[in-house]
């Protein structure tokens, strides 16, 4: 199979920045709490007119204009989301029509909850090698406030709104990005009810349990990937995680031997963004000018379903 690499990056946050202190008016909670048990300090919550369509597509054209390509040369669409706007159309079909992607291509939503973008990553990766335009978009958009449940202090503290949005080239002869996917179907520990259902559809989460998972998953998923790929922890050049807890992160780094300036965070600024949250990463990296062409990057993903994954992968 023919590999993918990472070609632009894009990014669009909501206006309304909510803060710790905020939250502390409407939980009982604190910003020592907080900051101390999850690395969170604000987060943005869409609200007005803001939708994740619109949200989308600001991120898509910024990584469409970051790859210099147009939007006619996009041989595919996914949107990783588990919050879209509607769930028919979805965000891919929403996002096509406003970009005027062309319509000779698959163009559909991913819910894998936070491991959503990495699950896209490897689909897309799968859909290039057979489609005759060799660009694909790949999003991961959420807008959790809508979901979240604010009479518990145990989540409402921890999530945020965003988009983030990669666009990937494949090409022949390249390696692929060796993903590793993987879940086990857990009702009990991490979930949202469906339409279907008497429970009204918000964010239940047994986090310490969910913790303890994660802090087991991402080490696997990281051996994994090096493995398949052939490589070892000194041929990556920037580790990049789901933020969903900066504890998690700071365990993993540390039993790696990760120097600070391998890895980053920015759970401080966006807090736990699901889907979105390795995107913004990857787009905060080059904003910053931390990774740039050529940069190999190990992303590793887990989250609700339970699902993890993870993945080598290259900017051109
Ligand atoms: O993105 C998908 C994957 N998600 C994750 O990986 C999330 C993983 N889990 C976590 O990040 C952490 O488990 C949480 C941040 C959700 C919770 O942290 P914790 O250290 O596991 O806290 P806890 O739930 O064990 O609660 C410890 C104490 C409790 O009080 P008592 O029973 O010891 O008196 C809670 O009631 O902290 C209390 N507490 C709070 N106190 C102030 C829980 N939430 C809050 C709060 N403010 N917001």
Not at 68 to 97: E, F, H, N
Not at 130 to 156: M, Y
Not at 271 to 298: F, H, M, Q, W
Request: proline share 4%; charged share 20%.
């Amino acid at each position: 199979m023919n590999g993918i690499k990472i070609k632009g990056t894009g990014q669009c946050l909501p206006q309304r920045v909510v803060t710790n202190e905020d939250l502390a008016r409407i939980v009982e909670t604190n910003d020592e709490w907080i900051t101390t048990r999850t690395g969170i300090q604000r987060r943005h919550h869409i609200s007005g007119e803001e939708t994740i369509a619109g949200l989308s597509a600001a991120a898509a054209r910024q990584a469409l204009e970051n790859a210099g390509i147009t939007a006619d040369q996009i041989g595919a669409c996914i949107v990783a989301t588990l919050t879209p706007d509607t769930l028919v159309p979805s965000a891919a079909c929403c996002l096509q029509r406003e970009l005027g992607l062309p319509n000779d291509i698959p163009c559909f939503d991913l819910n894998a909850a936070c491991t959503g973008f990495l699950y896209a990553l490897h689909t897309m990766e799968c859909l290039l090698n057979a489609a005759p335009r060799k660009f694909g978009l790949v999003v991961g958009a959420e807008h959790l406030s809508r979901i979240t449940n604010w009479q518990d202090r145990g989540t409402c503290i921890l999530f945020g709104d965003g988009a983030a949005a990669v666009v990937v080239e494949c090409r022949e002869g390249w390696p692929s990005i060796g993903a590793v996917l993987g879940s086990h179907g857990d009702d009990q520990l991490l979930r949202v009810p469906g339409v279907e259902q008497d429970e009204r559809s918000l964010i239940y989460m047994e986090g310490t349990k969910v913790f303890k998972f994660a802090i087991e998953a991402a080490p696997w998923c990281m051996d994994r990937v090096l493995e398949k790929v052939g490589k070892t922890v000194d041929d990556v050049d920037f580790f990049v995680f789901h933020q969903a807890n900066a504890r998690i992160i700071d365990l993993v780094v540390r039993r790696y031997h990760i120097p600070p300036e391998k890895y980053y965070k920015n759970i401080q600024e966006y807090g736990n963004t699901s889907a979105a949250s390795i995107p913004l990463v990857l787009s905060d990296l080059v904003r910053l000018g931390k990774v740039g062409s050529g940069s190999r990057v190990l992303i590793v993903g887990f989250g609700g379903g339970l699902t993890w994954g993870g993945a080598y992968v290259e900017f051109e």
